[in-house]
């Protein structure tokens, strides 16, 4: 079994040396990793996986995956269609999935022959007045959802996302009034889920909502297939869902003759693991009966832990033997909720020590900002044979406000 990436204390100074800290550094290695553990396990015959961009738009990190054997992208946004094709992928090759687009979105993607994921009654109409007898898809919502926090689960009647099934009969008139062509299917039972049910339910009732329409080629099953946290996790078991997939797969093929393509959607999965932000600790300080370890990195660099509650393992990479305390490890940010973990139990810390917060490849760097006009870490790749490369640098002041369009 392969593990979350973790780096030596000596490559870990050797980035903070050359390229200063906090710094994101992510492993080749563990990306193609990745990459290579989905397609083994999902066996079956038709399989493309679609990289969900969200998760992580470094170019550099993308076009790894892309040599790496990744079929595709699943964009959100235009600029992410934008991306995609300036990577080089095909028209054919990224999907859209976004939430509430406009009319001018809808007409984007299609203008670049992408293939568009409909999740709403409003845009099917839409679309089809724009394009009518063309090719789509839907974006069904599960009747039920799941995931590592509430703010994950995209399925149920508490959520935004997708065409209720409630609302399938009125899709499918909407959808022969302006003669579109329904080629595919896609649902999203959330971020973070690790056993197989919910997600086999959902895929059990896209199937029957497949019959309806004759022209079906694929069912996208989206992402959100779990990723390790702790060091000591189990890997989530892929060939489960496999297995899972499989037999209805096998009879909607026979339903329509033909061989059903399945897309996959992950984004995490793909990134997460492999990457690590490397801070260094600035501060220690006792406030009642809490020590506080304060970094040089906050919530405008990883999101996770005060958003969603999210554990991310962390590590004192400068002292790994030393005798363990229970601190709270908090950021440089002047919010109160800025906070990497409580009481967690960390090898003695010390001013000057770099610590490495694990699994941070999936929605870190995307979810940034420049709050508080702290900017954006570099972000540096670890390669063969160790070598560094610099895919993003860290800006300085006049840079950062050229970028937000400031002139000062």
């Given at each position: 079994m392969d593990n979350i990436f973790v780096p030596s204390i000596k490559i870990a100074k050797k980035?903070?040396?050359?390229?200063?800290?906090?710094?994101?550094?992510?492993?080749?290695?563990?990306?193609?990793n990745r990459i290579q553990k989905m397609q083994k396990n999902f066996s079956w015959e038709n399989t493309k996986i679609f990289y969900a961009l969200k998760a992580n738009y470094n170019p550099e990190i993308l076009k790894t995956l892309k040599n790496a054997g990744l079929y595709g992208v699943d964009a959100v946004s235009p600029f992410e269609i934008e991306?995609?094709?300036r990577s080089g992928f095909l028209p054919s090759q990224?999907?859209?999935?976004?939430?509430?687009?406009?009319?001018?979105?809808?007409?984007?993607?299609?203008?670049?022959?992408?293939?568009?994921?409909?999740?709403?009654?409003?845009?099917?109409?839409?679309?089809g007045r724009l394009f009518p007898s063309t090719k789509v898809s839907l974006r069904i919502n599960p009747e039920s959802g799941t995931g590592e926090d509430k703010k994950m689960n995209t399925g149920g009647k508490d959520s935004k996302f997708g065409i209720n099934v409630s609302q399938i009969q009125k899709a499918k008139e909407l959808i022969d009034k302006y003669k579109l062509v329904l080629v595919g299917l896609h649902f999203h039972v959330g971020s973070g889920f690790y056993e197989a049910q919910v997600f086999k339910k959902a895929l059990e009732d896209n199937a029957k909502i497949a019959l309806l329409f004759e022209n079906l080629e694929f069912i996208d099953v989206?992402?959100?297939?779990?990723?390790r946290y702790k060091l000591n996790e189990k890997e989530i078991d892929l060939k489960r869902f496999s297995v899972e997939v499989t037999p209805i797969l096998e009879k909607l093929s026979k339903e329509f003759g033909k061989t059903i393509e399945l897309r996959l959607e992950p984004g995490k999965f793909l990134v997460a693991e492999s990457t690590v932000l490397l801070a260094k600790i600035t501060t220690i300080k006792t406030n009642g009966d809490k020590k506080y370890v304060g970094l040089n990195t906050g919530l405008n660099h990883l999101i996770r832990p005060s958003y969603y509650g999210s554990y991310h393992e962390i590590i004192n990479i400068s002292n790994p033997k030393g005798k363990k305390q229970k601190v709270d490890i908090v950021g440089n940010i002047c919010e109160s909720g800025d906070v990497f973990g409580r009481e967690r139990e960390l090898p003695e810390?010390?001013?000057?020590?770099?610590?490495?917060?694990?699994?941070?490849?999936g929605y870190g760097a995307s979810m940034g900002s420049n709050y508080n006009l702290r900017p954006l870490p570099a972000e540096v790749l670890l390669e063969k044979n160790n070598e560094l490369k610099l895919v993003r640098k860290r800006l300085n002041f006049e840079e950062l406000l050229n970028g937000l369009g400031y002139k000062i």
């Open positions: 980035v903070e040396q050359e390229f200063g800290a906090p710094v994101y550094l992510t492993n080749v290695e563990t990306l193609k991306l995609a094709k990224i999907i859209f999935t976004a939430s509430n687009p406009s009319s001018e979105e809808l007409e984007f993607a299609h203008k670049n022959g992408v293939l568009l994921n409909l999740g709403s009654l409003s845009e099917i109409e839409r679309f989206g992402g959100g297939y779990g990723v810390p010390r001013e000057g020590d770099l610590v490495a917060i694990c699994t941070a490849g």
